[in-house]
């Protein structure tokens, strides 16, 4: 799938910027339809992800307060261009999704 | 009628999104990492809130955490937070909202050669203060910094 997640790595000076952002609607559970009056169910991510060469660089765990289409920036050192990273997610439900690419 | 069964429907009708969220986070095929710190993430105070992501509810205040967020926040759906920590070794972080409903928004663990800094963007239901927790060298250390918001970003 990898639609909802656009992916941007740029390294400088070995170190590596990475920006990464979701698309994901990050429904609390406590807002309420305005027409039907009844709760949205909650959705929101839970765990993010990030690996570079094999090795994990930054594992993340959101609450729902995390803003809808979430945007998440990082830096790792000991990063060159050309080398591999991987962003995944997973939310409450159970959907996940990963991106594949390049460090540039 | 199967009773056992009927029980079993409504027990687990009963347990809510977070109850079909662990089972439904079970299923699926990617092995999760690290389980998902739902004490910590419903924990209504920030203290108790500390206690589940990070450990303990103890922080040193440092000024060595920079914390970047806006003086006045127009939109509280959407207030743009930047944790950069010059701690040596720093292993974990969060970032905590104090007078959101459930006031941990997120927690990091940071790989080796990760920098200790953190850009994303979190929703806030009213004036509060921005609390970034830390951890290095198994430590606490913290910083806050107060965000007024004039539309709230939580509840419709």
Same mark, same amino acid.
């Given at each position: 799938?990898?639609?909802?997640?656009?992916?941007?790595?740029?390294?400088?000076?070995? !170190?590596?910027?990475?920006?990464?952002?979701?698309?994901?609607?990050m429904?609390t559970?406590?807002?309420?339809?305005?027409?039907?009056?009844?709760?949205?169910?909650?959705?929101f991510i839970q765990?993010?992800?990030?690996?570079?060469?094999?090795?994990? !660089?930054?594992?993340?765990q959101w609450g729902s307060a995390i803003?809808?289409?979430?945007?998440?920036?990082?830096?790792?050192?000991?990063?060159?261009?050309?080398?591999?990273?991987? !962003?995944?997610?997973?939310?409450n439900?159970?959907?996940?999704?990963?991106?594949?690419?390049?460090?540039? | 009628?199967?009773?056992?069964?009927?029980? #079993?429907?409504?027990?687990?009708?009963?347990?809510?999104?977070?109850?079909?969220?662990?089972?439904?986070?079970?299923?699926?095929?990617?092995?999760?990492?690290? &389980?998902w710190a739902k004490?910590a993430f419903e924990a209504? $105070?920030?203290?108790?809130a500390?206690?589940?992501s990070?450990?303990?509810?103890?922080?040193?205040?440092?000024?060595?955490?920079?914390?970047? &967020?806006?003086?006045?926040? $127009?939109?509280?759906?959407?207030?743009?937070?930047? %944790?950069?920590?010059?701690?040596?070794?720093?292993?974990?972080?969060?970032i905590l909202v104090?007078?959101n409903n459930t006031p941990l928004t997120s927690t990091? $663990? #940071?790989?080796?050669?990760? $920098?200790?800094?953190?850009?994303?963007?979190v929703k806030?239901?009213?004036?509060?203060?921005?609390?970034?927790?830390?951890?290095?060298?198994?430590? #606490?250390?913290?910083?806050?910094?107060? %965000?007024? %918001?004039?539309?709230?970003?939580?509840?419709?």
């Amino acid at each position: 799938m990898a639609k909802s997640i656009k992916l941007r790595a740029k390294a400088k000076d070995g !170190v590596a910027t990475v920006k990464a952002l979701i698309s994901h609607p990050m429904e609390t559970g406590l807002r309420k339809d305005k027409k039907s009056g009844k709760p949205i169910p909650a959705e929101f991510i839970q765990e993010v992800v990030c690996e570079s060469g094999g090795k994990t !660089v930054l594992s993340a765990q959101w609450g729902s307060a995390i803003s809808k289409n979430p945007f998440i920036s990082f830096k790792f050192s000991g990063a060159k261009s050309g080398d591999s990273i991987k !962003v995944s997610w997973v939310d409450n439900k159970g959907n996940s999704d990963s991106i594949d690419s390049k460090i540039k | 009628m199967n009773h056992n069964r009927r029980t #079993l429907l409504k027990g687990s009708l009963a347990a809510g999104a977070v109850g079909a969220a662990v089972s439904a986070g079970l299923l699926t095929p990617k092995a999760v990492m690290a &389980a998902w710190a739902k004490d910590a993430f419903e924990a209504k $105070e920030v203290g108790a809130a500390m206690k589940g992501s990070m450990g303990s509810a103890d922080a040193t205040s440092s000024d060595k955490i920079k914390l970047k &967020a806006p003086d006045i926040a $127009e939109n509280g759906a959407v207030v743009p937070i930047t %944790v950069t920590s010059k701690i040596n070794g720093t292993t974990n972080m969060s970032i905590l909202v104090a007078e959101n409903n459930t006031p941990l928004t997120s927690t990091y $663990e #940071l790989g080796p050669n990760t $920098e200790a800094y953190i850009s994303t963007r979190v929703k806030m239901g009213k004036t509060s203060e921005v609390i970034a927790v830390i951890k290095a060298d198994g430590k #606490l250390y913290s910083t806050k910094k107060e %965000v007024k %918001v004039t539309i709230g970003g939580c509840g419709g």
